[in-house]
């Protein structure tokens, strides 16, 4: 059963079909995706099989290129390009025009067959060739809002791709911190009498500060302090 029908005209917007078919078949997986030329196998029955899914489908997806409204076919109540769209608002079906490019217009009720006229009140998207990546983002979101049970698979790849696995086990009297970037330095405070480095009792602190201009203050401080550098980048500290 798929989730999306993909509708589009051959010569008129079908190259678009396919490349949104394409990424929403890798987004998704290839059943949720229906597109006749490659849904559809040998020895099928052509007519059965575009009706059925399209009565089975949650969202239909209708490609309009920018001479799709001038096609004479689109007043054939034979074309099934018009068959599919109709079969999809007559089962309360979600119809969403894609505009192809920059040049295809909006649909204007005046330009579709009295049947169709309920598609230019139809929420559009448009397919910006010139942004393709954001484009399709976008029509993938719109079709998770409208079938929840769609996962986009690429949305956990990124997620893989770019995280950090931590893994901390038992501590016990100690401070855990866990971050996927650190930059600078770390300093330490080991409390009791047992560590690495360490003579003695008590507790041990191990500071470490580098790079011009690094400043550490213990105890009270009245004045402030000021850098100086020479022209080597020497820094000359002055207490005051």
Same mark, same amino acid.
């Given at each position: 059963m798929p989730?999306? !029908?993909v509708n589009y005209r051959t010569g008129d917007g079908d190259k678009t079909a396919a490349l949104i078919a394409r990424d929403l078949s890798h987004r998704f997986g290839d059943e949720p995706i229906f597109r006749a030329s490659e849904s559809i196998k040998p020895g099928m029955c052509y %007519?059965?099989?575009?009706?059925?899914?399209?009565?089975r489908s949650d969202v239909l997806l209708?490609? +309009?290129?920018? =001479?799709?409204?001038? !096609? %004479?076919?689109?007043?054939?109540?034979?074309?099934?390009?018009?068959?599919?769209?109709?079969?999809?608002?007559?089962?309360?079906? %979600? #119809?969403?025009? #894609?505009?192809?490019?920059?040049?295809?217009?909006?649909?204007?009720?005046? =330009?579709?067959?009295?049947?169709?006229?309920?598609?230019?009140?139809?929420?559009?998207?448009?397919?910006?060739? /010139?942004?393709?990546?954001?484009?399709?983002?976008?029509?993938a979101k719109r079709l998770i809002e409208l079938v929840p049970t769609l996962r =986009?698979?690429?949305?956990?790849?990124?997620?893989?791709?770019?995280?950090? /696995?931590?893994?901390?086990?038992?501590?016990?009297?100690?401070? +855990? #911190?866990?971050?996927?970037?650190?930059t600078g330095d770390v300093g330490t405070v080991i409390k009791g009498d047992h560590g690495q480095f360490h003579l003695g009792k008590g507790n041990q602190y191990n500071q470490h500060f580098s790079g011009p201009g690094a400043t550490y203050v213990q105890g009270n401080n009245e004045g402030? +302090?000021? /850098? /100086? !550098?020479?022209?080597?980048?020497?820094?000359?500290?002055? =207490?005051?």
């Open positions: 989730d999306v !029908f %007519p059965e099989e575009l009706l059925n899914n399209v009565r209708a490609v +309009i290129g920018p =001479d799709w409204t001038r !096609f %004479p076919a689109l007043h054939d109540e034979n074309d099934w390009v018009r068959r599919e769209i109709l079969e999809a608002l007559a089962c309360g079906i %979600p #119809v969403i025009p #894609v505009l192809e490019g920059r040049r295809t217009e909006r649909l204007t009720a005046s =330009d579709l067959p009295a049947e169709l006229q309920p598609l230019a009140d139809r929420q559009s998207e448009r397919l910006d060739l /010139h942004q393709v990546e954001s484009g399709l983002d976008r029509i =986009d698979r690429t949305a956990a790849e990124t997620m893989d791709s770019g995280s950090t /696995h931590n893994h901390v086990g038992d501590v016990r009297g100690g401070t +855990i #911190v866990q971050s996927r970037d650190i402030g +302090i000021r /850098h /100086h !550098f020479d022209s080597s980048g020497k820094d000359e500290e002055d =207490d005051r």
